[in-house]
T-cell receptor
Framework: KNQVEQSPQSLIILEGKNCTLQ??????????LRWYKQDTGRGPVSLTI?????NTKSNGRYTATLDADTKQSSLHITASQLSDSASYIC??????????FGDGTTLTVKP | NAGVMQNPRHLVRRRGQEARLRCSPM?????VYWYRQLPEEGLKFMVY????????ESGMPKERFSAEFPKEGPSILRIQQVVRGDSAAYFC????????????????FGPGTRLTVL
């Protein structure tokens, strides 16, 4: 069964600190992996997208890594800001168009 | 270039009524996806459509739910005889597809329609 599991389920950090979110998947055959940020009450917004040949990609303070061998990805957030408070969703695409979504990690950044 | 548009943003229906949710994809996108998000839960895939074709409806409930993406006009998600359990946020996403058949398949999401069933 194609699954995407994210951890932790929720995370609270202080403003300015770094954090890392994890995503493990069993999806096959792998096409690409995306991280989305979803603010409360809004639609998800893409942060990064990686194919199997890419093992790291950055978007500002967000850096995603991918290990296709172990089927793991991480999203690292540097120097967190209050506006980083959101749900972060890992999505793995397979079979040309089918995607499996993780349940997300809810990040709260406190002043 | 306008993003994915959904309307209405909020919809209130009484039990037994019909709900119609509309999604206009980004310009140039021919693929549309519908997702449901229950309160405090993650996004769940419902259906994937191309123009005039349903590609994958494995996440769609067998009864009362239907979706279409006509040659002209927006994609429609239709829920007949709504029940309280249908209350959720419904998100639409769209993507393009390269001629070679290879694509990042990056999906761009709309703001969602929040359906409340009384």
């Amino acid at each position: 069964k194609n699954q995407v599991e994210q951890s932790p389920q929720s995370l609270i950090i202080l403003e300015g600190k770094n954090c890392t979110l994890q995503c493990n998947y069993t999806v096959s055959p792998f096409s690409n992996l995306r991280w989305y940020k979803q603010d409360t009450g809004r639609g998800p917004v893409s942060l990064t997208i990686m194919t199997f040949s890419e093992n790291t990609k950055s978007n500002g303070r967000y850096t995603a890594t991918l290990d296709a061998d172990t089927k793991q990805s991480s999203l690292h957030i540097t120097a967190s800001q209050l506006s980083d408070s959101a749900s972060y969703i890992c999505v793995v695409t397979y079979n040309a168009g089918k995607s499996t979504f993780g349940d997300g990690t809810t990040l709260t950044v406190k002043p | 270039n306008a993003g994915v548009m959904q309307n209405p943003r909020h919809l209130v229906r009484r039990r037994g009524q019909e709900a119609r949710l509309r999604c206009s994809p980004m310009k140039g996108h021919s693929h549309v996806y519908w997702y449901r998000q229950l309160p405090e839960e993650g996004l769940k895939f419902m259906v994937y459509l191309q123009k005039e074709n349903i590609i994958d409806e494995s996440g769609m409930p067998k009864e009362r739910f239907s979706a279409e993406f006509p040659k002209e006009g927006p994609s429609i998600l239709r829920i007949q005889q709504v029940v309280r359990g249908d209350s959720a946020a419904y998100f639409c996403a769209s993507s393009s597809y390269s001629p070679s058949g290879l694509s990042y398949n990056e999906q761009f999401f709309g703001p969602g329609t929040r359906l409340t069933v009384l």
